[in-house]
């Protein structure tokens, strides 16, 4: 069990990695889901002069010890007006091939896991396994990606391709490691002496 976990979590990140590439790079869909600021120059400069520290931030944000007045001026604004959601660093971040890299590693110790339990079923044909890899996508999709979504006020757009991109890249994975994990048809028993004898 511990080679197919192996081979599955290769094979499955690998697919998952390339599909993420064509997804990234050759389509459309990821490009034109972000925007562009009209002066970027601008609000890097207002953005270092606010946020002293690496982080998530979003706005409004009041904070948890701001007086009620203040917290539901922050929701009517959240609801009606305008609001910000995201990662600042200062000092840079990873680079891309470290980030390539990473990404690799989580594709592959997600197929390791969908493998592994996997190799738990003893029954179950080639469409059921791969019906377990859509179902581990749809749950992130519904525990993480939703959840952002109606947290953070992500764009539809950029939701709807992370939703394409999860169910696409591990249906795909999902048809290899249903490959690797299929159980291999049992040896029909030799005749014993008795019935051989009786034929």
């Not at 990662?87 to 470290?98: A, D």
């Not at 997600?110 to 996997?118: E, S």
């Not at 179902?135 to 006020?153: E, M, P, R, V, Y």
Request: net charge negative; glycine share 10%; charged share 15%.
């Amino acid at each position: 069990m511990c080679k197919k976990i192996l081979l599955g979590a290769l094979l499955g990140g690998l697919t998952v990695f390339i599909w993420q590439f064509i997804s990234h790079v050759p389509l459309p869909w990821f490009h034109t889901s972000l925007n562009q600021f009209e002066n970027p120059e601008a609000v890097e400069e207002v953005l270092a002069a606010n946020a002293k520290q690496d982080g998530m931030y979003f706005l409004p944000n009041p904070g948890m010890d701001a007086p009620k007045e203040e917290m539901d001026q922050a929701m009517k604004q959240m609801t009606e007006g305008f609001s910000v959601f995201g990662s600042i660093n200062q000092k840079g971040r990873l680079g891309y091939g470290k980030a390539l890299a990473f990404q690799f590693l989580y594709n592959v110790l997600g197929a390791a896991l969908i493998t592994f339990i996997l190799c738990q079923f003893k029954e179950g044909g080639y469409g059921c396994r791969i019906g377990v890899a859509v179902f581990f996508a749809l749950f992130a999709i519904f525990t993480a990606i939703l959840t952002n979504w109606s947290w953070w006020g992500f764009s539809n757009t950029y939701t709807g391709f992370l939703i394409f991109d999860h169910l696409v890249g591990w249906t795909l994975a999902g048809l290899v490691l249903a490959k690797i994990t299929l159980p291999k048809p049992e040896p029909d028993e030799e005749d014993s002496p008795a019935e051989a004898k009786a034929d």
